[in-house]
């Protein structure tokens, strides 16, 4: 069993619309990831939300994901190095098991998902926050990304799918700008794996999270 760190680990949060490139950012960064989407609830739990008007589940309303879960996993790893964290079927909106997630002696690691921004707030007053992302691509760019990627990955049927890429693409830029207010840095690519160099840089502060630059799709 490995030691606890000497040095207690930090967190970037990285959060964004679904579809916007997330997952493939965190891989590209080098860094150990957790992944937020892992604390969705399960399609049985009857605190989920519905889509106004419909009976689809709202997958993209932060009742659906179990917030408290994910903060216990995001300090267990800053303090101990490694967490006990589950593993979920996105197809089957169910969790299948769990695992350890391990980040060895790593001072920096990335949590991304669709809800990250939601515990910006509680990770900084935990003293465990690096920095805060929000990735952004422009709505149609982001659309186009989601609905092949869960297609390919068969995550919900087709019609679901169409309709959840609809809505989504037609808010996008309300998603983004809650999750700006709620403490997260929008900004493309580029920029973000910059800020997450400078955040697993020695003695180097990110620059700040608010007052995000506007983004053009």
Excluded: N
């Amino acid at each position: 069993m490995s030691s606890p760190p000497s040095t207690p680990a930090r967190v970037v949060l990285l959060s964004g619309p679904s579809g916007s490139g997330k997952s493939l950012l965190a891989a590209e960064s080098g860094l150990p990831v957790l992944r937020l989407d892992d604390f969705y609830k399960e399609c049985t739990d009857p605190t989920l939300p519905q889509v106004e008007g419909s009976s689809d589940i709202d997958w993209d309303h932060p009742l659906s994901w179990d917030a408290d879960a994910a903060v216990a996993a995001i300090t267990e790893l800053c303090r101990t190095g490694r967490a006990t964290v589950p593993v979920y079927d996105i197809s089957k909106s169910a969790r299948t098991g769990e695992e350890t997630l391990g980040i060895g002696s790593q001072p920096l690691f990335i949590a991304e998902g669709i809800f990250a921004a939601e515990i910006v707030r509680r990770c900084e007053e935990l003293g465990v926050l690096a920095d805060a992302l929000c990735l952004s691509r422009g709505p149609v760019r982001t659309f186009r990304r989601r609905f092949l990627r869960d297609l390919r990955e068969a995550r919900k049927s087709v019609p679901f799918l169409l309709r959840r890429g609809w809505r989504l693409m037609r808010t996008e830029r309300t998603i983004v700008a809650r999750q700006t207010a709620l403490g997260a840095y929008a900004c493309g690519k580029d920029e973000a794996l910059a800020r997450l160099a400078a955040a697993a840089a020695p003695a180097t502060v990110p620059g700040p999270r608010t007052h995000p630059r506007p983004l053009v799709p």
